[in-house]
């Protein structure tokens, strides 16, 4: 079984809401159960380092970083003295991801988008070659902009992927644009056929908008209480109109469980037997 999650303010309790101290017993329970744990995050290697450091969460044993587009593995132990296993870029992703992404081009978007004011691209080590992330100054005409995006790709003939998703924290939101081809959801599904598992046996647990198509692919789906209200409701509504309300829990906080963060994961865990 693999349990997959995003970090930031689903298994990181970096948001508002208070956190409950459940990081040592969610670890305790994954070794326990032999389940295979991955993380699925916009942050890149090095900002994973530093959550590592901040919340003393252990490695994963796939790093799926950058909104899907790096993937990191652990690598086979090399010798019986090699006590853990490292985790190392899969190259056979890179190649995957080559090969899905043929018509993108980075470089050529960058230079089209230029023309709309409220985009301010974010730091040089938030963006790769199958990533541009944008800082989306003002919102007031937000869904209008969102259209310009698709509309200027279209014209370069390039089939994004366009995520949008809120910081709370910095209070702003994020704009990431991708091939088509490539989410989240790509790298995790990647793992699962390398598994031969079936999507009922792969969980995933989430809060904001780069997570709502892994909370709606069919595996069974945790939403942590912090998620946003709107949120909640949209994968509500698509697990509905698949026939799929059954594969969601959304925590609500259960017990000593507040709900948040890393205690919604262990309350969707247990609703879902696998703990
Ligand atoms: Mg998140």
């Not at 031969?196 to 789906?221: F, M, P, Q, R, W």
Request: proline share 2%; charged share 30%.
């Amino acid at each position: 079984m693999i349990i997959a999650t995003d970090l930031d303010r689903t298994l990181l309790p970096n948001g508002y809401e208070e956190y409950g101290h459940n990081l040592p017993l969610f670890f305790q329970l994954i070794r326990k159960n032999k389940l295979t744990l991955v993380y699925a995050t916009g942050r890149n290697w090095k900002l994973f380092q530093e959550a590592k450091k901040i919340f003393k969460i252990e490695d994963p044993d796939y790093f799926i970083g950058e909104v899907g587009t790096v993937l990191y593995e652990k690598s086979p132990k090399k010798s019986f003295f090699q006590l853990k296993n490292k985790l190392v870029i899969s190259q056979e992703w890179q190649k995957y991801l080559k090969n899905k992404a043929k018509n993108w081009n980075a470089e050529k978007l960058k230079k089209r988008f230029q023309i709309i004011k409220e985009l301010k691209l974010q730091e040089k080590d938030k963006q790769n070659t199958y990533k541009l992330s944008y800082y989306l100054s003002d919102t007031t005409n937000q869904s209008k902009i969102l259209t310009k995006i698709k509309t200027l790709a279209q014209e370069e003939t390039i089939k994004i992927n366009l995520i949008s998703s809120w910081d709370p924290l910095k209070k702003v939101r994020l704009i990431d644009i991708l091939p088509a081809t490539v989410t989240k959801t790509t790298a995790l599904e990647f793992i699962r056929r390398k598994k031969h598992l079936s999507k009922e046996e792969v969980v995933y647990c989430g809060d904001s908008g780069n997570d709502i198509a892994a909370l709606t692919i069919g595996y069974k789906s945790i939403l942590v209480k912090n998620a946003r209200e709107e949120i909640k409701k949209k994968v509500l509504k698509i697990n509905q109109d698949l026939g799929r309300s059954k594969n969601l829990y959304i925590a609500k906080g259960v017990g000593k469980w507040n709900g948040y963060y890393v205690a919604g994961i262990l309350e969707g865990l247990k609703h879902f037997k696998i703990i």
